[in-house]
């Protein structure tokens, strides 16, 4: 087996076809240029330039072990793609250093990657036994280990309320600080435990894993995923031609809700809804094109059970957009 057909085995892309298409009449011009934001181990990369001959993609990633793996796999394409180390928050500085004024489609596959999913070294998952470490990009920055041994017990309590919309977290909060006063919660297996313990016995009976919202929750706070999603979409948007596209994959609730909210906001007219007329400038400066969220079909879950909780959304840039701008936000 190549290295190239071993990385590629590592990782299926969810919804590789659906996002093509979403994509595909925005890369149809001589020369079109795509960013995949996201871009983990090249599934959805080495998609888009196999089905785009003339495509040049520009794929960013805090991790730098997937950028590097990434980078292997598409070696193939040789100039038509080029790897940054750099979180998607920052694609207009990225694109600026590169030359490029403008792109054709942007695609976010949100969330946690395969990779960091099945690397027992990270820390990432309740599934099996690793040091508490969670951080996208292990180049710097604070480990969820850290965060539960310098937060207070309101600060934690507050992070899986709020990003894991756990119900018992001022107990599982209450717990933690417990036990760190004799020693330090540094393991997976030690939070699932505690956690478990701190949750009452009838709720642990249903739901799946009482440690999921738990450690979704500590994920988010470590990488300030939603933070970054949030400066990150009108970023993108700006440095989208007219008539791009805008294709984003989210997890969980409260991703997609941010995403929902920037092309709902786009698609609408900045007026009173009673005025008889759209004043120049006022126009919806986004066009949604997926009315109607899209989501894995029960054969894609058998494929790749990863793609359960996937949410599917997409927008046309109809007018140049102002990231600076409050009413575009």
């Known amino acids: ?49 196999t089905r785009f001959p003339n495509l040049r993609l520009i794929g960013i990633d805090r991790d730098q072990e997937a950028l590097a793996l990434a980078t292997k796999r598409l070696e193939g394409f040789k100039d038509r793609f080029r790897g940054v180390h750099a979180t998607y928050d ?34 990432f998952t309740y599934a099996r036994s690793s040091v508490l470490d969670m951080r996208m990009d292990q180049s710097g920055g604070r480990t969820a280990a850290q965060l539960l041994a310098e937060e207070s017990e309101r600060e934690i309590a507050r992070i899986l309320r709020v990003y894991g919309e756990e119900r018992f977290a001022s107990r599982i909060a209450r717990a933690i600080v417990h036990v760190r ?3 330090p919660v540094t393991t997976s297996d030690q939070l699932t435990e505690l956690i478990r313990n701190a949750i009452p016995a009838p709720a642990r009976r249903k739901g799946g894993n009482p440690a999921k919202r738990s450690f979704q929750a500590l994920r988010i706070a470590v990488n300030d995923e939603l933070h970054i999603l949030e400066q990150a979409l009108p970023r993108a948007l700006s440095c989208i031609r007219v008539g791009g596209r805008l294709v984003v994959e989210a997890y969980q609730s409260l991703e997609d809700r941010i995403v929902k909210h920037v092309i709902r906001q786009g698609a609408s007219a900045q007026v009173p809804a009673d005025l008889p007329f759209i004043p120049p400038g006022t126009e919806p400066h986004l066009r949604e094109i997926t009315h109607k969220v899209i989501k894995a ?32 936000r």
């Open 1 to 49: 087996m190549s290295e190239r057909d071993r990385i590629a085995n590592l990782h299926q892309p969810v919804l590789l076809q659906a996002c093509l298409d979403l994509l595909s009449p925005a890369l149809q011009g001589p020369e079109p240029v795509l960013v995949d934001a996201t871009l983990g181990m090249g599934g959805h990369a080495e998609g888009a330039l």
């Open 90 to 123: 920052e694609i207009p500085r990225v694109l600026s250093e590169l030359g490029v004024q403008a792109v054709d489609g942007i695609l976010m596959d949100l969330g946690v990657s395969s990779l960091q999913l099945d690397n027992e070294q990270r820390g």
């Open 181 to 183: 006063e004799t020693e």
């Open 297 to 328: 079909s029960e054969q894609d879950i058998q494929d790749n059970p990863r793609s359960a909780s996937v949410r599917l959304r997409a927008a046309e840039v109809l007018h140049p957009f102002d990231p600076t701008n409050r009413s575009n």
